[in-house]
């Protein structure tokens, strides 16, 4: 379906538009909330698709240089910003948790302090108090 996203100049809200392919440049974009024309066509994100062997190897760039690496228990940014990207290089959904934790991170929050604040993080992953697995059988 031809849903266009707009962008209203005048009172700055976003907005969809259904138009067909023929109307589209020629028919008039009135804006749905103030009935303004002044809107400009937003462009939505783009992904791009990548092979997993593309992936990992971005992935395997940024460990190839130990001198990369040096350093990321004292800069809890520097962590976060590695583990931000090496979960967008997986491409798999990860829970929400994650997500939490790196801007934790990115904020400059060291991991301690995290572990301290969410210990739930820690039996939700299986990890004991003395940071050993507890690994269940099934």
């Known amino acids: 379906m031809p849903f266009y996203e707009y962008h209203c100049l005048d009172c700055q ?74 979960g967008r290089e997986l491409g798999e959904d990860l829970p929400p948790e994650f997500d939490e934790v790196v801007d934790r991170l990115e904020k400059g929050q060291s991991p301690e302090e995290i572990e301290k604040e969410m210990p739930e993080l820690s039996e939700t992953m299986g990890i004991s108090p003395e940071g050993e697995g507890t690994q269940e059988e099934d």
């Open 13 to 86: 809200k976003r907005f969809e538009v259904f138009l067909t392919y023929s109307e589209y440049g020629q028919k008039a974009v009135v804006c749905s909330y103030c009935g303004s024309t002044s809107v400009r066509r937003r462009l939505t994100r783009v992904r791009v698709a990548r092979s997993e062997e593309s992936r990992i190897e971005s992935l395997a760039e940024d460990f190839s240089d130990p001198e990369a690496l040096a350093g990321l228990e004292d800069d809890p940014q520097a962590l976060g910003r590695l583990m931000r990207k090496m």
